[in-house]
């Protein structure tokens, strides 16, 4: 048999621009969670409206904001994925502070117009996925301090299906 309980309440997020597509419009657009590698039993929980959360004891506090971090490129507001994709922690996250998180961004750095004289026509880009790593100063801490840096981005013409989860093999 299955057996549901509530876990835990999150709080209300908003997709950035506003949204048009009703689906979007909800409490919180919880897309994941999974327990931290690093045996304190805290889990961790990305919100597609930006918010990575760390949840202990059915309590969930806002570790890393991560539309605030890439503000005012950050995109959550068309497609059923866009936002904060997932986030991923090395398997040694409790030595090294390591962890990756996938994100979407427009308009900003979207990139340059297609090139109208290439050959296939190029469809412009729509938004690009980004795989950032971060290196917290102090794992332990239940709000993010250290560093960053970007390891991938890929524009994709549209909306739909850009980077989601990203993990360890």
């Known amino acids: 048999g299955l057996v549901l309980q509530e876990y835990a309440q999150f709080p209300k997020t908003e997709p950035i621009p506003a949204p048009i597509d009703r689906r979007l419009m909800r409490h919180a657009r919880i897309n994941g969670l999974g327990e931290l590698p690093d ?3 805290r889990t961790y929980v990305p919100d597609l409206n930006g918010p990575l959360y760390f ?20 995109f959550s507001g068309r497609g ?5 994709g997932f986030a991923a922690f090395h398997p040694d996250f409790e030595d090294n502070g390591t962890f ?12 340059p117009p297609s090139d109208p004289t290439t050959y296939p ?5 729509f938004l690009h996925s980004v795989v950032t790593e971060w290196v917290a100063d ?25 980077i989601q989860q990203i993990d360890f093999n």
């Open 39 to 41: 045996g304190s039993g």
């Open 55 to 74: 949840v202990e004891g059915g309590e969930p506090q806002v570790y890393l904001d991560v539309a605030a971090e890439f503000a005012p490129e950050f």
């Open 80 to 84: 059923m994925g866009s936002g904060l």
């Open 100 to 111: 990756y998180t996938v994100h979407t961004e427009r308009p900003g750095n979207a990139g």
């Open 121 to 125: 026509p190029q469809t412009p880009t």
């Open 138 to 162: 102090d794992p332990a801490s239940d709000t993010f301090s250290g560093t960053s840096r970007e390891v991938l981005r890929l524009g994709f013409a549209g909306q739909v299906h850009a």
